[in-house]
């Protein structure tokens, strides 16, 4: 992608962008305030920007008259960069120059870990899991007249140094018309055992030279979506990918929802029917798209929270909600995918990820397998952030993990105008240092109906940083701004945007209930942190790297989730984001039986820890119940943002 | 069973036999010729008898009058021994003394040989396929979540150092209900390895101490008839036994017409429904008469020719019947039984014999392995007589194998009065030297309809050695006998029964065309062995031993079998009879892993000969189409015995 440079004065701050960006998002990255409070849908007209130099795409809109857009007024929220650009923004007469030169922070978000499949070779992490070996077997005559299977095993055995060689019985019943459709020209489709001592097994045979076409699906099974990807298992590349809602949110939103329903008459039948629906649909999709046969799909790989694949497998769940939470298996053998009526072959086999607990499940086994971080030496925190938050915290010689329930904050849960991260969700937000008044864009650029929870976790550390609220979430009531007001039931609250500039008719708030929600939910993961370090004698400050997974990861502003507590103070670089840890994973292990031989050993040492079991998890969540943290000193580096932004303030009074 | 001593007078021969018998077999087996042609019904009345001393019950009959019976006249075939008892025979006047003196050798049949289980076990051949372990599990608790599946395999590991532990999918299912339905005191079935580095299957979980409760089913799929045994794994006893026809007999009553049919559009699906559903009656029957709980069947293991395998599998069956003879494989993996549809347990393991070659199949394989003779070190021949013969000859260090088509003779077929071992099949013959009147019984005692296989075979021999027929096997039409005729299109015959004495109301008469085809047929089976023999270097002369297997192998008279040169002449002690062969294996091998262990290598190692491949079968054959063969120099016993009578004939002319 093209890159371009934007200039804003009068903050004189450049920032190196991709075109086509909004300047409003741009500004936000940038740590440039804009009043913005329409969502960035063009509507409030407030994001008005001069340009001084360069030019901008669109920008327009019945909000600026023809004179302005002959000054070169422009709407920042609808203006998009199309090369170097500098840019006014108009300032409030009230802010002077040094609010402006204020140490901003820019907005970091983790960096992007991507892994591909050659630097998986490179490692040496490469073992191929399956083979497509192209056969020329000598037709059966008089003098050599053995069995079908047995030529086949004794070419295999021969020309590929294949032993312990097993075919299923579906596979024995086609091989006879295989063999002969091609005068014994065949392709043998070989999944390779795991352990050295293990079984080949040939689980398809097609006539003709086929070794070319070698797929495999990796799964993610998500409590509220599940992802596909189509994986060519000789480049690597990834030949399709999908996404679905889990049919299953009809039965509940969360987990325990979703057990309750399994307990009740035929439910569980219900939802691994509801899921396999979902699943097959997603196949269906993913193989039309790509045009690729189903007949060369070899494995499906599968990862999902412990209910999720307790209930893809149909085994009751009734026991992972009721102490002492208590899961059926912690490894799952491979079977035939079409035994669960996954509309696949008979030949594909499905591979499940293991689970450790109740609470922590296949996808976040699958999601430290594709992190690589059990084969590191770092000591390293991986985070999958959601209704229940999943810690993971260890290295290549230890793992020890945890479960908390941060509840749904992160999800827009729990919080007035919360919502999930769907159009119209606020999700960035900036907040003027003099007038008070917000910036905020939305999700899809649209009129605002709500908040999302990175936007949550944004103007939550923002209005701590500027002192709007306190570190026990509640509002300055000295302010000089109508936005903030005691709200129904004398409920504080600041308005992010007002009823006119909404898509729902009502004020969009942020109120003292919503704050408090939000920080019991991230002080229930870093209790669970700091917890699950004690236990294994070690403090926060010696975590040297935070691997982050899971939706919620990729748009978090780590300087906020610092500031907030959420995430323990470390160079913002040591910050990875692996996105979807899970559909990593089992991405891998379709491309390296590596990750199968690995796991097995990585699953039996992790330690698991029921915080609920942990006495300390208490008093440490009560700990965690302030902005960050009753140990700032934990903090140093918001302590030392905070003590220059409080001489600056008093420097120069509002 | 409670013995009796008979003596026949005036042949003065004295046998001791089980009381309930007639006396009519006593004396066929004595080698004491009484005129019959009833078949043993009372009907004829030819075979009065007078007590000399001792009583018989019944015996009596219309064709006796009062003053007969008073005078103690009995009819042999009605007559019971019920203690020791003298009768004379009334001899034809012609007949004197010294014919009936003539060395006549009494009849035997093979010895039966039979296996138990602790002969097994002495023999160290005992290593337990299956175990079922009860362990009192300690229930889970806030301090030892640990997975259902993890708690399960981790006791079976520290309490009976059991490793490599893995459960199917169905298992893992119920696991979590069966564990705390009487608070995790359980019940494991264990499905051993039969390599030492392979897998400890858990196939089943149920509640409380079901330890004691350890059955398998053995199972024997003929062409005609099927066989079950119900086995007790702890005690090694037989719980149960029940056979019935092949329903697949409605579409072909031999393996070619099977697959045939199984061509035929929706043929194969339709054969396999069939032979399940045959099964599944036995599975049914048997359980329900023993009482036994299905879920207590660990395993089935099952043995059948080559087609009825690959129809019970639904495996294309065309190539078998076609050159180059091609099945599908040898080995096949152990399935669960359900997945055939097989009315069995989900955890029910169906364990296959393996198959040598299209006409050498899993039936023989597990005859081998029951009979032990791949652990011997004596050359044995063992010899499956049906529509098809098998032949294996070998010993502990080598074993080759083949099959010959001996045509339908021995069940009757291509005989004009053939029939199947059913009621009124004349199964024992004898024949009067001088008035060259017959004596026979049937089936049943019943009206004579027609001649089965040992019938035939014993009729033909005796004929030949009394010189009623050449080594061609044409009449002698010198005799002065009107039972030897000229029948329909000049075909010259034997009048065994008279149209008024049958049940069909035609004389059934054996013609020389039935001769011919049974020479063809012994020929066949003879010249096979030869073959075999002179393939690996061998020679009849070398044969230590003999093992016949199958129903006809029971009833065979050895010495006249050796007459026909249908065996190779030994001593009758050498000749072991084992039954039915298949389902001894399935018996054993569902009681040791022994046999599943040793049966991978006698498979691999088994030579096959394709005889159509052998261009020494055909002047084989040829010279095996004599009685007993045109080099009856390899038949001395029958050569001087022969010798003898000619002797003894000479010199009392009739």
Chains 1, 2 share one sequence.
């Not at 208490?618 to 580096?637: D, G, L, Q």
């Amino acid at each position: 992608m093209e890159t371009a440079s934007v200039t804003f004065l009068p903050h004189n701050r450049t920032i190196s962008v991709n075109r086509g960006e909004t300047l409003i998002r741009v500004a936000l990255r940038a740590g440039v305030h804009i009043n913005a409070s329409c969502g960035g849908g063009g509507v409030c007209g407030k994001c008005r920007i001069l340009l001084e130099e360069g030019s901008v795409g669109e920008g327009v809109s019945e909000r600026l008259d023809a004179e302005d857009i002959a000054k070169g007024y422009r709407l920042a929220c609808l203006a998009k960069v199309e090369g170097d650009v500098t840019v006014r923004v108009p300032v409030e007469s009230s802010i002077d120059a040094a609010v402006l030169n204020q140490p901003m922070t820019p907005r970091r978000t983790a960096k992007i870990k991507t892994f591909d499949f050659n630097s998986l070779k490179e490692k040496g992490l490469f073992i191929a899991p399956v083979e497509k070996i192209y056969l020329e077997l000598k037709p059966p005559d008089a003098a050599n007249n053995m069995p079908d299977v047995s030529r086949l095993v004794s070419a295999l055995r021969q020309q590929n140094a294949l032993h312990k060689l097993e075919l299923t019985l579906p596979m024995i019943r086609r091989l006879p018309a295989e063999l002969r459709r091609d005068d014994f020209r065949v392709t043998a489709t070989v999944i390779k055992p795991v352990r050295d001592d293990g079984k080949n097994l040939i689980t398809n045979i097609q006539a003709g030279d086929r070794s070319g076409e070698s797929y495999a699906l990796a799964l993610d099974i998500g409590t509220t979506t599940v992802y596909m990807q189509l994986i060519d298992l000789i480049s690597g590349a990834i030949k399709g990918e999908r996404g679905d809602f889990n049919s299953q949110i009809s039965y509940g939103e969360d987990v325990i929802s979703r057990i309750m329903y399994a307990e009740k008459e035929g439910g569980l039948a219900t939802l691994q029917s509801v899921i396999i629906a979902t699943i097959n649909q997603l196949i269906n999709k993913i193989l039309k798209t790509s045009g690729i046969d189903r007949q060369n799909i070899a494995t499906i790989t599968i990862a999902g929270n412990t209910t999720m694949t307790q209930l893809l497998l149909a085994i009751d769940p009734r026991h992972l909600r009721r102490a002492p939470y208590v899961p059926a298996a912690m490894l799952y053998p491979p079977f035939p995918a079409s035994s669960i009526r996954l509309e696949l072959a008979d030949h594909t086999i499905a591979l499940l990820f293991p689970q450790i607990s109740s609470y922590v499940g296949g996808d976040i086994v699958s999601g430290v397998m594709g992190s690589g971080m059990y084969r590191d030496s770092e000591l390293t925190l991986f985070l999958d952030i959601g209704t229940n938050a999943e810690i993971v915290i260890g290295n290549k010689d230890w793992l020890a993990c945890t479960a908390c329930s941060a509840g749904p904050a992160f999800e827009g849960g729990g919080i007035e105008f919360g919502m999930r991260a769907a159009k119209g969700a606020i999700e960035d937000f900036s907040l003027d240092p003099v007038t008070w008044e917000p910036m905020l864009v939305t999700v899809g650029d649209a009129k605002p109906r709500g908040i999302c929870g990175s936007g949550l976790l944004t103007m939550v550390a923002l209005m701590f940083e500027m002192g709007v609220i306190d570190n026990t979430g509640k509002f300055n009531r000295s302010l000089k701004t109508a936005r903030i007001r005691e709200g129904h039931h004398g409920i504080w609250e600041y308005v992010l945007v007002r009823r006119d500039e909404t898509e729902i008719d009502r004020d969009i708030t942020l109120n003292e209930l919503d704050i408090e929600n939000l920080i019991r939910a991230k002080g229930a993961i870093y209790s669970g942190c700091m917890t699950l370090l004690a236990e294994v004698g070690l403090g926060m400050e010696q975590i040297e790297r935070i691997i982050l997974a899971g939706g919620f990861g990729s748009y978090i502003d780590l300087d906020k989730a610092m500031t907030l507590g959420l995430l323990p103070e470390i160079d913002p670089d040591r910050v990875i984001f692996i996105g979807n840890g899970s559909l990593l994973g089992t991405w891998m292990s379709s491309l390296t039986n590596r990750i199968r031989k690995d796991v097995v050993d990585v699953t039996k040492n992790m330690t698991n820890f029921e915080l609920s079991e942990t006495p300390s998890y208490m008093s440490n969540y009560v700990a965690a119940m302030f902005i960050p943290h009753t140990e700032i000193e934990k903090f140093p580096r918001l302590r030392a943002r905070l003590a220059a932004r409080r001489k600056s303030l008093s420097a120069n009074p509002a």
